[in-house]
């Protein structure tokens, strides 16, 4: 009897790991940043520091809303699609307007239309948003060689469109502002709110939540809105950092997005998660992309380290579901 509970006790090590994955994503990250500036004091230079600023502030935006989206036990895989249109909608609107204005006014609206398409059919069709997304994403990385058959560059030069992603408030480069300012909204909302706390209880036990008065189908067509929205925003800021809309810019970004968030401990079965978690599973991931990058790696492992992630991240969620449950 005493040698199945001696083999048993892995399981709460892991249990408590997982509980304190914030203190243990923190020194990884400190671990990283020591790593790889021994392998490359180039780590340290302020123009590589201000890149994973950039590349950080890209994935951060989106995943503010992926945070909300996977707490109220939801999740979107067309944010990589959505994230390409949205940017190809932006570039083009600005050439046939002249208007730098009302091309990021149409990236953005674009973003939030497929989010409230995506939360529509989730909603209203009862179909599993895995499910939905997937076909969304489809639809997108089809629809936008449709719309556009190759890449839509900025005719017209406009200096106004490329400082949304290349300019600077101070030292501080905007794309970074901008998530900035995103973070702390998505933060006070969850942690602040009654929307928040509602989007907590929907995620943990749809039906209580629904008995309590709370409607989860208007919260998460709201959430699944602000994704979308935030979507336009990150890929109105790519297309601009690129000076061009490209309709496969978007590929892998969900997968990033969702590992940071995982990652991050936000749970995939609902009810739990944190911004502050998201916001290290982000550096983690983008520090580990940049090493591969200035140390020379193959840099198709910046495709397999979110995989690996994902992988390792589920397990450990799962981990933490069964120590709660007991």
């Given at each position: 009897m005493s040698e199945p509970t001696q083999a048993a006790r892995p399981a709460p090590a892991l249990g408590r790991l997982a509980e304190n994955s914030q203190i243990v994503l923190l020194g990884l990250l400190v671990l990283l940043c020591i790593g790889i500036s021994l392998g490359s004091p180039q780590f340290y230079s302020v123009e590589n520091i201000i890149a994973i600023l950039r590349q950080c502030s890209l994935v951060l935006i989106v995943a503010a809303g992926m945070t909300m989206l996977l707490i109220a036990a939801e999740v979107d895989l067309s944010v990589g699609a959505s994230l390409a249109f949205s940017g190809v909608v932006a570039m083009d609107v600005t050439n046939k307007t002249g208007s730098v204005a009302l091309g990021v006014l149409a990236g953005i609206l674009?973003?939030?239309?497929?989010?409230?398409?995506?939360?529509?059919?989730?909603?209203?069709?009862?179909?599993?948003?895995?499910?939905?997304?997937?076909?969304?994403?489809?639809?997108?990385?089809?629809?936008?060689?449709?719309?556009?058959?190759?890449?839509?560059?900025?005719?017209?030069?406009?200096?106004?469109?490329?400082?949304?992603?290349?300019?600077?408030?101070?030292?501080?480069?905007?794309?970074?502002?901008?998530?900035?300012?995103?973070?702390?909204?998505?933060?006070?909302?969850?942690?602040?709110?009654?929307?928040?706390?509602?989007?907590?209880?929907?995620?943990?036990?749809?039906?209580?939540?629904?008995?309590?008065?709370?409607?989860?189908?208007?919260?998460k067509l709201l959430v699944f809105l602000v994704t979308g929205l935030l979507t336009g925003l990150a890929g109105l800021i790519l297309t601009s950092l690129m000076n061009a809309g490209q309709p496969t810019a978007g590929r892998g970004f969900e997968l990033t997005v969702i590992a940071a968030v995982i990652l991050g401990g936000t749970s995939l079965l609902g009810g739990r998660g944190t911004l502050i978690g998201t916001l290290l599973g982000v550096l983690v991931l983008k520090v580990i992309d940049n090493g591969i990058i200035i140390l020379r790696w193959d840099q198709n492992l910046q495709m397999v380290v979110p995989g690996v992630v994902i992988i390792v991240a589920t397990y450990l969620d799962l981990i933490r579901s069964r120590a709660n449950a007991r």
């Open positions: 674009f973003g939030g239309a497929v989010g409230l398409f995506n939360g529509l059919v989730v909603t209203r069709l009862r179909v599993n948003s895995l499910i939905a997304t997937i076909a969304t994403m489809m639809i997108l990385q089809g629809s936008v060689f449709l719309y556009s058959r190759e890449a839509v560059q900025n005719k017209h030069q406009q200096v106004a469109f490329t400082e949304i992603s290349t300019g600077y408030v101070g030292p501080v480069p905007i794309p970074v502002i901008i998530a900035a300012v995103v973070f702390v909204a998505a933060f006070i909302v969850l942690r602040y709110t009654t929307i928040g706390r509602y989007i907590y209880a929907v995620g943990a036990n749809q039906k209580a939540a629904r008995l309590s008065g709370i409607r989860p189908e208007r919260l």
